[in-house]
């Protein structure tokens, strides 16, 4: 309450255009900015087939979400949320994605959302992706994400309704238990749909007005398309990843060198296999 949060501290020195622009676009998806980014899977596929001689089954999802951990370390502007006009910063890196229990249209979804502290290489995040997918495949009870969802969808309703509304009014003015937090997977840095498990292209998906997600990465089936190498126009195996970012958590100037260098570790991966010595730290 009163700009005080339990899960990110407020930034007191803003410049002052910065200090306007969320009260011009108070809600998420109005201000949202959308991109197409283009990963050459040559280096990747290069790379899984190297791990998979020395018996390290690495992917292309555990590539990106230790790419989204380490960008986020680097730059930690990223990893800032706008919540009731007023801009936060995190000292954890989260990142949501949703899996399927089984295959089938029938089947049951889940949301995972992992925690980081941000030093970690692309084996200990994919430890901990393969763990928690493992645990929500082969578990006979649902996690607190389920358990919470579930309580709620047996209310009325009228009652869900103004229930969620409570919420939100509680998560505006930081008063939201640490427990709904926690279980959301609405309260992170980044979230995932990894579109390319069920065969389908990239999508811009929208940012959460719920909860504090300030960046959303889509995960397209990879396609042959043309590029320029060498002077030449030559065929390559093309994954697409649409980005959809708050623009109100850093400039243009920032988050555009921040993607590129996010593109540049996506198609680089072995530097990820060293542990960073600590994130850059969000100076207030």
């Known amino acids: 309450m009163f700009g005080k949060r339990s899960d990110g501290k407020k930034i007191k020195t803003i410049d002052p255009f910065f200090r306007l622009i969320p009260h011009i676009m108070f809600k998420r ?21 190297k791990k998979r001689e020395e018996d390290v089954s690495i992917n292309y999802m555990h590539i990106i979400i230790a790419s989204i951990v380490r960008i986020f370390a680097l730059r930690p502007q990223l990893n800032r949320f706008v ?51 493992r645990q929500v495949v082969s578990a006979k009870e649902d996690n607190s994400t389920d358990k919470t969802a579930r309580l709620f969808a047996h209310l ?14 509680l ?27 069920i065969h389908m292209n990239y999508i811009y998906h929208h940012l959460y007005d ?23 126009v030559v065929p390559a195996k093309i994954m697409n990843l649409g980005i959809v970012a708050d623009e109100r958590c850093c400039d243009g100037f920032y988050h555009a060198n921040s993607l590129r260098l996010f593109k540049r570790i996506i198609e680089n991966p072995s530097i990820l296999e060293k542990n960073l010595d600590a994130p850059v730290p969000d100076i207030d």
Do not use: W
């Open 156 to 169: 009325p309703n009228f009652l869900l309704k103004y229930s969620v509304k409570f919420c939100k009014f």
């Open 83 to 133: 919540m009731n006009g007023r801009l936060y910063k995190r000292d954890k890196i989260y990142v949501s994605f949703s899996v399927k229990k089984r295959l089938k249209e029938e089947a049951e979804e889940t949301t995972i959302k992992l925690e980081f502290a941000g030093k970690e290489n692309i084996f200990e995040v994919k430890k901990m992706v393969d763990e928690s997918i």
């Open 171 to 197: 998560d505006r003015h930081g008063m939201l238990p640490k427990a709904l937090i926690k279980a959301s997977p609405f309260h992170t840095s980044c979230f995932l749909t990894n579109l390319k498990s």
């Open 210 to 232: 719920f909860g504090t997600t300030g960046m959303f990465v889509s995960m397209g089936k990879e396609a042959m398309e043309p590029i320029v190498k060498d002077g030449q």
């Open 29 to 49: 998806y109005d201000a949202s900015n959308s991109l197409n980014m283009k990963v050459n899977c040559e280096t990747l596929d290069a790379y899984i087939a």
